[in-house]
């Protein structure tokens, strides 16, 4: 008979309690859509310049104020991630090829192959 009263009580005692808000205030999350980010050069680009505004935030004293603006920055920094994952993607399987043809000692393709790499691999590393 007191467990229709506890759970009434509990219900009850639900129905009063504000929603939760990951800020741990009063306004819900927002969610952002970040720079975009096009190209291999301007992922690589904006991943540094991001990681740097990142590290001068965690250095300082991290806020709430400090959170928000690393929660806005990670929107980017996702896009730039994004970014240059699809493009290493493409770059190992190009090296796979690369790979390949120097197994066959097939000059022509390590040649193409290996340019191709070479190309997309220095928008990465200089």
Not at 100 to 114: F, I, T, W, Y
């Amino acid at each position: 008979m007191k467990k229709p009263v506890v759970i009434a009580a509990i219900l009850v005692a639900i129905a009063f309690v504000p929603p939760a808000f990951a800020s741990g205030a009063d306004e819900a999350i927002r969610h952002y859509k970040g720079k975009p980010v096009e190209t291999l050069p301007e992922a690589v680009k904006t991943f540094s310049e991001y990681n740097a505004k990142l590290e001068a935030i965690l250095k300082g004293n991290v806020s709430d104020a400090a959170m928000a603006d690393v929660h806005v920055l990670t929107y980017t920094l996702e896009n730039a991630l994004g970014k240059m994952n699809e493009e290493l993607t493409k770059l190992a399987e190009t090296l796979e090829k690369l790979h390949q043809a120097s197994e066959k000692l097939d000059r022509e393709s390590v040649v193409q192959h290996g340019d191709e790499y070479l190309s997309v691999s220095r928008q990465v590393v200089k």
